[in-house]
């Protein structure tokens, strides 16, 4: 699918965010980019897939989950509106997806190629800063979910997490929203019970 | 203190296995590396410091750990010979250290200026693209811990982490093995009881 300026420049405005990028190398980019539909349901990665894209979401939401053997769904993140979308371990090692990412409404998304992606930031350091920059953002998101899956208790977690996605609750199922917050479903629906009875 | 070549080798080694590094950059970077020793219930970073070097394991063991309001310990994480240490969080935004982190045996650490590297990392793209896959591999292994914190069940987390690491539990206090791997201390010791029994 074609690529407007719009969309584009969604994308490029968070890279520069995190580093200036010539002129030249955005317009290599452009090159790479391609642009997805997902309807409500549509998965952008299965398990078992090698994925070879980066996805940015101009549009929607995604939900990355795991399954285990007995069919339990244990969901990782909730990717929205300019974030990235990838099996990371999946693009980074080469490896086949190990979770899932389904739509949970109908999004649109930039692809970005790897490989190819890999090849141009040979090309230039400024892509290897904003990889290493992205990178390092990620990681911090990383050990701060670390952080309050070890340091805080069921309660502080789902009120932080209404706090910081005040919109996001109305598209997430509860027993997703559960595992995400590592709790039972129980535990999530006594401690939303227990705010409504404070509130009243 | 001076570093000797052993010491710099088993750096260098481990960067080699990220990238390839050329001959000259390795000689700078020598130049911004001391070496430090640290004692048995020493403090490589205590909460409120601004960390301004990354540690490289030569020998020993340290543990990072956050401490909430109430005084209790939560443990991040144990870092072993021939890994980095530091408090990233710290270190990559320049805000005051979140963690504390400790010397559970008498350890040995080269010290690394992470501003003055990054310095080094701009006058060769080797440096960024090293940095980039430091980052890649350290976001993985969140990636994996915040899984393992969600998908499994404590009984799990503890056979893992004794067939991963069966030489570390000797010097680990049990309180602090137990909040790493995200259960309580009662957990943790009737995890532990039930194998023995089992093993009888």
């Keep these: 699918m074609a ?3 719009k969309a584009f420049s969604s994308l490029t405005s968070i890279l520069n965010q995190f580093t200036v990028m010539p002129d030249n190398q955005i ?3 452009r090159t790479l980019v391609s642009k997805a539909s997902y309807k409500k349901h549509e998965y952008f990665t299965k ?9 940015f979401v101009l549009d929607g939401l995604f939900r990355l989950f795991y399954v285990d053997l007995k069919g339990k769904e244990y969901t990782k993140n909730f990717m929205m509106q300019h974030h990235f979308v990838a099996p990371y371990n999946s693009v980074l090692s080469g490896k086949q997806s190990n979770l899932y ?3 949970l409404k109908d999004s649109e998304v930039l692809l970005i190629n790897y490989a190819e992606g890999l090849k141009l930031a040979d090309s230039h350091s400024c892509w290897q800063i904003l990889l290493r920059k992205i990178t390092e ?6 050990e701060k979910r670390e952080s309050d899956l070890l340091f805080y208790d ?3 977690r789902y009120t932080n ?9 109305r598209h997430i199922k509860q027993q997703h929203l559960a595992t995400f917050l590592g709790m039972s479903p129980e535990t ?6 227990s705010k409504i009875d404070k509130s009243q």
Tied chains: 1, 2.
């Excluded at 953002?137 to 990383?142: E, F, I, M, R, T």
């Excluded at 997490?161 to 609750?169: G, V």
């Excluded at 999530?188 to 019970?193: A, E, F, Q």
């Design 47 to 55: 398990v078992g897939d090698e994925q070879t894209h980066i996805g």
């Design 27 to 29: 317009s290599a980019l």
């Design 3 to 5: 690529i407007d300026e």
């Design 101 to 103: 990412i389904q739509a």
């Design 188 to 193: 999530l629906s006594r401690i939303k019970k």
């Design 154 to 156: 069921a309660q502080t």
């Design 161 to 169: 997490f209404i706090n910081e996605f005040p919109d996001l609750r």
């Design 137 to 142: 953002s990620a990681y911090l998101q990383k």
